[in-house]
């Protein structure tokens, strides 16, 4: 069957600029829980996208710890919807998923980021070598030569999966929870904003 036409427009109820109600809890295995303030931007500038801004602060301090911004497009004919993201880490994402009444889930579709970012980064793979996927884990593959015995482990982190909510009573609800090359995919974050007038 055809799915219902779901254009742009009916991310209406995003548009506009929201504030974190209460400070946001963010917590992860290997983080101290913390507080933070967000706000948030939507607007649309004459295209059928959305471009946004997201700034998130230490709730004490007021230090600015989190910034993304990007686009939001949706799949004409469908409920498909993708986020285009670029954040202060240099984490570089394409979130996609679906928007089910006021629910969207998104999901980590690809990552990108600058080539002096602190991990190690794969750039070549020596043809020669006998390199062949040995194992294919969540949050990283590894490639091994029989013959030379070189190993390499590529890493998939972090992936990301959040939900925005319109509540009933017209605050929205983030969730957002990822996966890195050490833990499964845990909450991160939670906050609820409401809208400013
Ligand atoms: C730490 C990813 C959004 C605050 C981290 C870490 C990662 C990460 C990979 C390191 C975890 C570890 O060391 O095991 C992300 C991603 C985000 C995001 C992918 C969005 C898609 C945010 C937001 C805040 C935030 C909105 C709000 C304040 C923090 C803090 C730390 C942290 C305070 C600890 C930093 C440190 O110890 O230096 N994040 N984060 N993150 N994140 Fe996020």
């Known amino acids: 069957s055809i799915p219902p036409e779901v254009p742009v427009s009916s991310l209406d109820w995003l548009l506009g600029n929201w504030e974190s109600v209460e400070p946001g809890k963010g917590s ?30 230490d709730a004490e301090t007021k230090k600015i710890l989190h910034r993304e911004c990007g686009f939001i497009q949706m799949q004409t004919g469908t409920n498909r919807v993708a986020f285009i993201i670029a954040q202060n880490s240099g984490l570089v994402e394409v979130e996609e998923g679906e928007l089910v009444g006021k629910k969207l889930s998104l999901h980590t579709q ?13 750039k070549e ?20 030569c029989v013959g030379c015995r ?4 590529i890493k ?25 090359d050490k833990q499964p995919m845990t909450q991160h974050l939670h906050i609820t904003y409401s809208r400013l007038a």
Not at 126 to 141: A, E, I
């Open 28 to 57: 992860y295995p290997s983080l101290k829980d913390f507080r933070y303030t967000e706000d948030l931007h939507f607007a649309q500038m004459g295209q059928p996208i959305i471009n946004f801004m997201f700034n998130a602060s």
């Open 110 to 122: 690809a990552l990108a980021r600058p080539s002096f970012a602190k991990e190690p980064h794969v």
């Open 125 to 144: 793979v020596w043809p020669q070598c006998g390199l062949s996927l040995t194992s294919h884990k969540l949050t990283h593959v590894t490639l091994a």
């Open 150 to 153: 070189v190993s390499l482990i």
């Open 156 to 180: 998939k982190n972090p992936q990301v999966s959040r939900v925005f909510q319109l509540q009933p009573d017209g605050k929205l609800e983030q969730t957002l929870s990822m996966s890195t």
